[in-house]
C-alpha cells in the first residue's frame, strides 16, 4: 500500500508539472500508473491495489490540506495586485556620447520571460529625440486606398525606429550575453514589453472611472493614472511611450513590430474591430493560434499583459476569423 501511495504521488508530480495536465486528469493517471507497476512489482489483487492507493493519497492529501489551513491562519495574507501601479520609474538623467553629455529618459527594467528566465536592461531614449518626435502623428495624413491602420502603424514605425538605437543597443548586449537562439530573443523583447503595466490612450481627455464601460471603469478604479489622454489616434509613437511607459494595445505592438523588424524578424500586426484590439504576429516555427497571410502563418502573441505566450489568447479573444493582418514586415 505504501510503495502505491508513493509511486501515485511521485507520478502526480511528474504528469502535473511537465505536461500541465489538470490536477484530477494527472491524479487518476498517476494512480493507474501506479496500480499497473505496483502489480508488476509485487502481483496481487488489482481491485485491492486501487483501494490502497487511494487510501494512501487520500490520508497524504488530508494530513497536508490540515497543516496548509493551520499556516493560513497563523500567517498574514496579503492580496498584492500586480496587474496595475500608479507609477512606472522613469528618470530623466545624462549619458555620453561622442564626448557630449545628452539627456535621457531612461528606466531600469528588471523582468523574467514566459518560461522564467530573468532579464536586465536600461529602456532609454534622447530628450531631444523625445521632443523631435513628440505629437508627429498629429500631422499624419492617411493616403488614399484604405488599410487605415496598416498605414499608420508603418508611418510610426520608420519614423521613429532610428530614435530607438539606445533601446535596441540595450535588446542586442542582452543577447550577446545570453546566446539567444531566434524564438528565445523574440520571447525576450515581447516579455519586457509584456511586463510594462497596461494604460489607456485615448484620443479625448481621460475622465474619471464611472463615465466607461465596465470593463475600462473596473481598471481606471484600481490605477486612476493608468490613462493618458489627447493623443491623436489614441496610440502613442514608440518614442514617447519609453519616455512615459503609458501604453495601450496597439501602442506596445508598434514598438515590439519596430523593434523585430530591425532585427530582420517576420512580424505582423493584427487588428480585430469585433475585440476593439490589437496584437503581435510572429512567422516562426511554434505551435498554438495562428493567422495564415499570403502563405504565410503567423503566430499570434498578446502584448498587453504578462505571461502571455506566443500562439495563445485570453478565451475571449481567440476566435481567429475576426483577427486582420493589417501590416507585416517582410
Known sequence: ??????????????????????????????????????????????????????????????????????????????????SFVKEESVSRTTLI???????????????????????????????????????????????????????????????????????????ESINAEKKLNQMEFAEMVVSCIQDIPYSFVFQEECMPAQHYEESIRQILEKCPDCCIGNIMYGIQNPVSFIQNLKGDCDTRTVIIYAILKHFNYDVAILNSDFYKHSILGINLPASGLNKVYNGKKYILWETTAKYFEAGYLSPGFNDVTYWNVVLTSK
Do not use: C
Not at 502623428?137 to 532610428?162: C, E
Open 1 to 82: 500500500m505504501i510503495v502505491s501511495g508513493i509511486f501515485t504521488l511521485i507520478g502526480y508530480a511528474v504528469i502535473k508539472n511537465v505536461f500541465g495536465f489538470h490536477s484530477f486528469i494527472s491524479l487518476v493517471l498517476a494512480l493507474g500508473i501506479s496500480v499497473f507497476f505496483t502489480l508488476k512489482i509485487f502481483g496481487g489483487q488489482p481491485k485491492r491495489t486501487i483501494i490502497q492507493g487511494i487510501v494512501v493519497i487520500v490520508s497524504i492529501f488530508s494530513v497536508f490540506t490540515i497543516f496548509s489551513y493551520l499556516f493560513s491562519i497563523i500567517t498574514p495574507y496579503t492580496n498584492e495586485d500586480v
Open 97 to 171: 556620447e561622442d564626448r557630449d553629455t545628452v539627456t535621457v529618459y531612461r528606466s531600469n527594467r528588471v523582468w523574467k520571460d514566459n518560461y522564467g528566465n530573468n532579464y536586465a536592461g536600461d529602456l532609454t531614449v534622447r530628450e531631444q529625440d523625445f521632443y523631435n518626435l513628440k505629437g508627429h502623428i498629429n500631422s499624419y495624413r492617411p493616403p488614399g486606398g484604405g488599410n487605415f491602420w496598416g498605414n499608420l502603424y508603418d508611418y510610426i514605425d520608420r519614423k521613429d525606429t532610428p530614435s530607438l538605437d539606445l533601446v535596441i543597443k540595450t535588446f
